[in-house]
């Protein structure tokens, strides 16, 4: 484990690619599980309660992946989980909002 407080410039660059990589990897399941549904890239379940449980669970699966590979490579206190559990989807969400606004995604969510 590396403490955060160590690191060199080139050690929080390191870091934050890693959390980049737990932050996409931590989308590969529920992108798994999409394509075994038949659900079409990028599109939600047709189903209310499928589209409702893919919402919430878009908005959390990348923030555990990064949380997860942070944690591998440095101690990550349960406090900054929480925070970043609670805070983390509002942000997530707003970019994705700013992204549709902006013509980058077809849809705000």
Do not use: N
């Amino acid at each position: 484990d590396v403490c955060s407080s160590d690191l060199t410039p080139l050690g929080y660059l390191a870091l934050g690619a890693w959390a980049g990589f737990g932050f996409m990897a931590g989308e590969l399941p529920k992108s798994f599980l999409k394509r075994q549904l038949d659900v079409a890239p990028g599109q939600p379940p047709t189903s209310r309660v499928g589209a409702a449980v893919a919402f919430a669970v878009d908005r959390l699966d990348s923030i555990v992946g990064m949380l997860a590979a942070i944690s591998i490579a440095t101690p990550t206190p349960w406090k900054t989980w929480a925070l970043v559990l609670v805070i983390g989807p509002g942000i997530h969400l707003a970019f994705s909002v700013l992204l549709y606004r902006v013509g980058v995604k077809e849809r705000p969510a």
